[in-house]
């Protein structure tokens, strides 16, 4: 199916492990993003990436890493959770001065 | 000061109502601006893009762009118990990152 999707929908992880968000479009977007948001803060911008192996921080970038190896996967790894990291993380993509396409969502609780 | 402010709300009006919803940004260079509707559990979804001064009209919405003012609205017309959900502002900021910046949102609720 065409479009941009996110796995998993909900993870349950406890503190101190790593943990790898998924996302993957189908649209050759060469912009990608992830975000999370929490009540009161919006959405909130962690990393993103402008083509393949070209990525770059955002506004709250610690305690998370990502790669971009191929145009369409674009993952999220939390190195070591903590529970300030729960959240509903939201991967996004888009050309270059066109709206963005959000996924599905991954609500990660860390206990 | 936050790049891109909204009027947080909560915004309630009765169905068939005006909702207005507004938004200010910091970024004079900004080019291109849009706003998002998300429902409760769900993730954003575009409803309207505006790119230049005055209005732009699609249906029951109107997005109005500012750019001297730095200022962008979204008017509902006949508001619907169904548009009740959180709106968010965002602008593609200039320079060469082309990062997309979200206000905080604001909360809308249509009474029937």
């Known amino acids: 199916d065409a479009g941009i999707t996110q796995s998993p929908r909900y993870k349950i992880t406890e503190t101190g492990r790593q943990v790898t968000l998924m996302c993957h479009q189908t649209w050759s977007h060469s912009y990608m993003f992830w975000y999370r948001q929490d009540l009161g803060h919006g959405l909130r911008l962690i990393y993103y990436?402008?083509?393949?192996?070209?990525?770059d921080k955002g506004e709250v970038p610690d305690g998370y890493v990502v790669s971009r190896s191929k145009t369409e996967n674009f993952p999220l790894t939390l190195e070591s959770a903590t529970r300030s990291q729960t959240s509903v993380y939201f991967c996004?993509?888009?050309?270059?001065?066109?709206?963005?396409?959000f996924g599905q969502g991954t609500r990660l609780t860390v206990v | 000061q936050k790049e891109v402010e909204q009027n947080s709300g909560p915004l309630s009006v009765p169905e068939g109502a005006i909702a207005s919803l507004n938004c200010t940004y910091s970024?004079?260079?900004?080019?291109?601006f849009f706003w998002y509707r998300q429902y409760s559990g769900k993730s954003p979804e575009l409803i309207m893009s505006?790119?230049?001064?005055g209005d732009k009209e699609d249906g029951r919405f109107t997005a109005q762009l500012n750019k001297a003012s730095q200022y962008v609205s979204l008017l509902i017309r006949d508001s619907q118990p169904s548009d009740s959900a959180t709106y968010l502002c965002?602008?593609?900021?200039?320079?060469?990152?082309?990062?997309?910046?979200f206000g905080s949102g604001t909360q809308l609720t249509v009474l029937p």
């Open positions: 970024d004079r260079g900004s080019q291109s």
């Open positions: 505006i790119y230049s001064n």
């Open positions: 990436s402008a083509a393949a192996d070209i990525t």
């Open positions: 996004a993509s888009r050309t270059l001065d066109t709206e963005a396409f």
């Open positions: 965002a602008v593609l900021l200039s320079g060469s990152a082309r990062q997309l910046t």
